[in-house]
């Protein structure tokens, strides 16, 4: 239990070491630690109810928002040494965000920048009783959502193989192998 605890915080230890390699142990024991955190915080807020408020900003809201930028440093280490271990790049980690403002791109050079009209045509459509405006209203929005989220979806899925995927064994470009050192 100690082991699976040293390996989970490892990430806070190399805070912004963005060189050398993370095994996928030390990935997803990051990311579980990452989500038993948010599971506190939402049972904190739950806890905390309506009354967990100061000057309008939520207690917990603030405590997240802190939270996030704190470990926001470590959780691109981590990922980028996640890459390494599998020699690729650490960029691979920006490859969604990267898609994703390329499709957007695209999409507003092929409709001719006409996303905000279709926006304003649901708002308008959205405030009548007829289904069928209605109907054609969300046709023009979903549009460029299929447009845009299915490239960054299937880049998100690619990311993912990449982190799932054992480490290059023995040394690589990015270090010597990590599992040689357990």
Known sequence: MTNLMNVMFLP??????FHGRSRRREYWLWVLFKFLLGACLVLLA???GVS???????VVALLRMLIFFAILVPDIAVSVRRMH???????????PVAVGAGASALYLLVAGGSLSAEIQTLVAVSQTN???LFLSGMTALIVPMI?????ILLA???TLVFRCTPGTHGD??????PKAFH
């Open 52 to 58: 967990g408020h100061i000057g309008g900003v939520g």
């Open 172 to 177: 690589n470009r990015f270090g010597p192998d």
């Open 85 to 95: 271990d599998i020699n690729r790049s650490g960029w691979w980690i920006v490859m």
């Open 46 to 48: 739950g806890l905390l």
């Open 12 to 17: 806070l230890r190399r805070y912004a070491e």
């Open 147 to 151: 447009w845009v989220s299915g490239p």
């Open 130 to 132: 007829d289904p069928e």
């Open 156 to 158: 998100k899925i690619v």
